[in-house]
């Protein structure tokens, strides 16, 4: 029966016949005029962004207080694509910050998020001061997985969330990221800075811009969907590897604006004293064991060019998806596992409730764990060490790992990782 069942995936394949996305119907809407309940974006030590969608509400207010204040203070919103924006300065580091919108007369119950912190006070990064990371892709199914997974996550208080891309399938229309995006993880958005990159079905429908017009960020300039941020000594760099432009063929030939943008970001992280961590995220695997039908596997070019880079300047971990699986590599060097703190740890992160149709997965000398299960990753991110728990869908820990300081070529000259 195995080979039968195979003809009948490849047939499947062939014909277009595999399971498509859809819109769950289990988690409630939120109430009218709502059309995508408030988020938060763009959170740094000292302002945030947040947006939100209704249908057609002209009479929209916006209200915010600090740890400081008892009484609220009105933010003039504006607009930004088919949703408002309103903007929140003056703000401090590792402040509680308060909000709720008001649409139609229907306000919403307080949220409240928490800033970054400067460098200074996540230098001690331990106990309560420790930055807590979600990070999860491939997501936007609308599968039981996905919306199990989005309750499991409400279970920690997350500093932030980073996502490796695919967020609305099949396209990225803006009622694929209402629905399969906004809509599943409104509760954790309302509280936690949302960090994405894109995937390439993110910018199907309309080259993108039901994308742009959803998220909010600082490009290194206009037009482009690569950027990076700081949380505390973290430096975050979110790459670019979907979009059909110059920018992201010429990364994968080792040019190019982003691929100058990169190495300058890099560069600079590993000469300043206040980085203490850098962590790299995208959409596409330098490293992927995904075999069969419908199988990415690795993007040889990316890897051929990146790698370097990220081993040059002392990168310590970097995500992707892309392939809908979880995978975990050792410590790696020129291609080969080496010691704890002598090279990047590459994760795959390709898990969070997108369809496995017609995929496997192949062991590895280079991966410490590879498994086709429906997952997140949780980072608590600690001044000398990151600590990680990667969740399965029934709740269980399915990989626990952690992550040493990577010096990049310092460790060399240093005789701490060899020559």
Aim: with cysteine; charged share 20%.
């Amino acid at each position: 029966m195995p080979a039968v069942a195979g003809l009948l995936a490849a047939m499947a394949a062939l014909t277009g016949c595999y399971p498509r996305p859809y819109d769950p119907v289990d988690i409630p809407l939120p109430p009218a005029p709502y059309v995508r309940a408030p988020y938060v974006q763009a959170v740094d030590t000292a302002s945030a962004r947040v947006l939100w969608m209704t249908d057609g509400a002209p009479d929209t207010l916006f209200y915010r207080r600090d740890a400081q204040e008892q009484a609220w203070r009105s933010v003039m919103a504006q607009p930004h694509g088919g949703s408002r924006l309103a903007v929140i300065a003056g703000l401090e580091p590792s402040t509680r910050v308060e909000y709720m919108v008001s649409a139609a007369g229907v306000r919403t119950d307080p949220y409240a998020f928490e800033t970054a912190p400067s460098a200074a006070m996540a230098d001690h990064g331990s106990g309560s001061h420790a930055t807590r990371v979600l990070v999860f892709g491939d997501s936007g199914w609308g599968s039981q997985a996905q919306t199990s997974l989005a309750s499991l996550m409400r279970r920690t208080s997350w500093h932030l969330a980073i996502h490796t891309g695919d967020l609305a399938y099949d396209n990225g229309s803006r009622s694929a990221f209402t629905q399969r995006h906004f809509r599943v993880y409104q509760r954790v958005l309302s509280t936690v800075p949302f960090f994405p990159v894109a995937g390439n079905h993110d910018l199907r429908a309309d080259g993108g811009l039901s994308y742009d017009e959803a998220f909010y960020w600082e490009p290194p300039r206009a037009g482009v969907r690569y950027y990076s941020f700081r949380w505390g000594n973290a430096l975050f760099v979110a790459l670019d590897t979907s979009s059909p432009t110059d920018d992201v063929g010429l990364l994968r030939a080792g040019a190019g604006r982003q691929f100058e943008w990169l190495q300058e970001t890099l560069r600079d992280g590993s000469t300043d004293p206040t980085v203490r961590w850098m962590i790299v995220y995208m959409h596409h695997s330098v490293y992927s064991h995904a075999i069969g039908i419908s199988a990415h596997g690795p993007d040889a070019d990316l890897r051929r060019n990146l790698v370097p880079l990220f081993e040059r300047y002392g990168v310590d971990l970097v995500a992707a998806g892309h392939d809908h699986h979880y995978e975990r590599l050792w410590p790696l060097r020129h291609g080969r596992p080496v010691e704890e703190g002598c090279g990047p740890v590459y994760i795959l992160t390709g898990g969070g409730g997108a369809s496995m149709y017609a995929r496997d997965v192949r062991p590895s000398p280079l991966a410490a764990r590879v498994t086709r299960r429906h997952h997140y990753v949780g980072l608590t991110i600690h001044d000398h060490r990151m600590a990680a728990e990667v969740i399965d869908s029934d709740g269980e820990v399915m990989d626990a790992f952690a992550v040493l300081p990577f010096a990049g070529e310092a460790s060399s000259a240093s005789g701490e990782c060899g020559g």
